[in-house]
């Protein structure tokens, strides 16, 4: 398939936004066949679009369409929108049933770095998810966004235990970049610097190599 340009990329924000409910779909349709780091790899124009993204996190809690909600969230990230509605839709979005959906929320959050403490404790409800992806996800999110609760801490801490070794790597990044560090946090992150895995044990040993020397 032929990648489509910006333009029509817009067309599709704007009908996502604005559009009828058939319209909708269809624009739905088009942007999931987008290549995966299309928005990465080109910009766009806000000014194209202003008028009317600030409808997105309308159009995502009134809608029934699990595809067209991802893409709410998915806009909302990818565009940066930080408004308070946004947030909100945001929030929301966690709680849903779709695991696409929450992944695409954690996503969001870190990518808009949208910190306090409502997102921390939602972000801790979805820390121990069965799904490891949405589980990894957090741990990134967390690495994104200032840290500020306690039960934060002791989720990361939880996190290093993680079976999955994105979990655990990011988990570190988080507690690193968060300039918590205690003995708890140093004994757990030497287990890891032995860790099988090469993202978790390179990450632990870069940590340690920063931290040790102050305890």
């Not at 202003?50 to 991802?70: M, R």
């Not at 801790?124 to 799904?131: G, L, M, V």
């Not at 990134?140 to 290093?160: E, R």
């Amino acid at each position: 398939m032929k990648e489509p340009k910006v333009k029509e990329v817009v067309t599709w924000i704007i009908e996502i936004c604005t559009g009828q409910e058939e319209e909708k779909e269809i624009a739905t349709r088009n942007l999931e066949s987008l290549p995966i780091g299309y928005f990465e790899d080109h910009a766009i124009p806000k000014s194209k679009i202003k008028h009317c993204v600030d409808s997105l996190p309308k159009v995502f809690l009134t809608s029934k369409s699990e595809g067209l909600k991802q893409w709410c969230v998915q806009l909302i990230g990818e565009l940066r929108l930080s408004s308070d509605e946004s947030i909100k839709a945001l929030y929301s979005a966690l709680g849903e049933g779709s695991d696409k959906i929450v992944i695409t929320a954690v996503w969001a959050i870190g990518e808009i770095r949208a910190s306090g403490d409502e997102t921390e404790r939602l972000l801790i409800k979805r820390a121990n998810h069965q799904n490891r992806e949405i589980r990894w996800r957090v741990a990134w999110a967390f690495s994104q966004i200032n840290i500020g609760l306690q039960d934060t801490i002791s989720t990361l801490i939880g996190m290093l235990k993680d079976s999955y070794e994105l979990c655990r790597g990011y988990a570190i990044i988080a507690l690193d970049n968060s300039s918590i560090t205690n003995n708890v946090v140093l004994n757990e992150v030497e287990k890891i610097a032995v860790d099988i895995e090469p993202f978790p044990r390179e990450t632990a040993k870069m940590f340690l190599e920063k931290h040790k020397n102050k305890y």
